[in-house]
Each structure stands twice: as C-alpha cells, then as structure tokens.
C-alpha cells in the first residue's frame, strides 16, 4: 500500500511571496488533514475534510491559508503572503473513516523556511 | 482548550537504560493515541489506548492510560539507539466532534 505522498519535500520562499504543498493521500481514504508542525512543537491541525466537504477548518488562519480538495483526493494547502512564523514543516495526513478513531496515516510532510 | 503536558521535553541516555514519558493534563480524553516521529519523516502511530487503567504493551515499548483517562506514560525498557526519536502523545476529545490533541513532544536520543 502506498503511503501519503507530499511534495514538495522542501521549500524556501520570501516573506509576502505565496507558496503552495500537495498531498495525495492513501487510495480510499475519506478523510484528509493538513497539519502545521512549529520546531519543538507538537503537529497543529490546520484543516480537515470529508471526502471534498470541510469538516473543521476552525484553526486555519484565514487571511492568508487557504485549502482545497475538489475532487475528493488530492489535496493544496496554499499560503499567501507568508510570513516569518510560518516556517514550519507541514503534514498531510489521511484516515479510512471520519472519526479519529481510525488511524491517522502522515506523509513525510513538506519543510517551509520564510526568510 | 484542552493541553497535553508531556515531559520530559528531551531526554539523553545511553543504551540499555530504561526511561519512562509521561503525558498529562486536566481533561479527561475519550482515548490516547502514542507517535513516533523520526526526522525528515511524519509520526507514525505506536498504539491507541482506550480504556481507564489500560496497559499495552509492544515489545521493549509499555503503554498505559491513566485510571481517570487524564495521562498516560510510555516506559521504554532497555533502549537502543534505533528507540531515538521524537514522541508524541496524542489525546482524542470526547463527542462526535471531538478533535485530535497533540502533546509537544519528547526527543528521545539513546547513545551506543
């Protein structure tokens, strides 16, 4: 079984520029999540979707993240403008079911340095 | 909102020394949820505990959830050096909308 795949792995960007990660995640999963990981900190959840419906997106700062997964698969999370205190690594993660009683699958996540 | 206290935060030991990691907080979670977590890679999920008082264990590797299903602890027995890692405690909120609630983590480095 293939696992989630995230790209890209690493990604250095000016503050104010826009920036965008991509996530497939494991073939049937209904559930997707994208997380923010600050160094030294434990994962953030950012965003959650239902096949292509938003469950929770109560902590993505608005402003500037936005989120998508139109087909059901596949998702972006894009950012725009960046700034210094988004330097994190963010991950994708995946579930068979819509609970979090199901497991939680991450990819290898996608390092982003702001200068 | 809820926190998960998870300590110590790092925690340098030579091989073939026992360790133990707690996980705490106030509120009581449905279940609790062990990562581990390497560099350049996402958390891979260790165990799930669920019931007050419950131990698991998976090999060197002893889980157990509070009786009050408030904390839990992670005990490593002879750890080697494959054991060093970052681990995440993860405690998941009661209700249909209940969310996923990462601890900050312990980095674990074990020293040959």
């Known amino acids: 079984e293939a696992g989630v795949a995230q790209s890209p792995r690493y990604k250095i960007i000016e503050k104010r520029q826009s920036v965008a990660f991509w996530c497939n995640p494991i073939?049937?999963?209904?559930?997707l999540y994208w997380y923010q990981q600050i160094l030294g900190q434990g994962p953030k959840l950012l965003i959650q979707?239902?096949?292509?419906?938003?469950?929770?997106d109560s902590q993505l700062p608005k402003d500037r993240f936005s989120a998508e997964r139109l087909k059901g698969v596949d998702s972006t999370l894009k950012i725009q403008p960046a700034k210094l205190e988004d330097s994190a690594v963010y991950l994708c993660?995946?579930?068979?079911?819509?609970?979090?009683?199901?497991?939680?699958?991450f990819g290898n996540g996608t390092r982003l340095t702001v200068t | 909102t809820q926190l998960l206290e998870q300590s110590p935060q790092f925690l340098s030991i030579q091989e073939g020394e026992n360790l133990t990691v707690y996980c705490n907080s106030s509120?009581?979670?449905?279940?609790l949820q062990w990562y581990r977590q390497e560099p350049g890679e996402g958390p891979v999920l260790l165990v799930t505990?669920?019931?007050?008082?419950e131990v698991k264990k998976l090999k060197r590797l002893t889980f157990q959830f509070g009786d009050a299903r408030k904390d839990s602890s992670l005990h490593i027995t002879a750890a080697q050096p494959g054991d060093t890692g970052l681990y995440l405690c993860?405690?998941?909120?009661?209700?249909?909308?209940?969310?996923?609630?990462f601890g900050q983590g312990t980095t674990l480095q074990v020293k040959p």
């Open positions: 509120s009581v979670f449905s279940s």
């Open positions: 993860a405690g998941l909120q009661s209700g249909n909308t209940g969310k996923l609630i």
């Open positions: 979707f239902q096949n292509n419906g938003v469950v929770d």
């Open positions: 073939s049937g999963h209904a559930t």
């Open positions: 505990v669920v019931t007050g008082g």
């Open positions: 993660a995946s579930s068979q079911k819509g609970s979090y009683n199901s497991p939680l699958h």
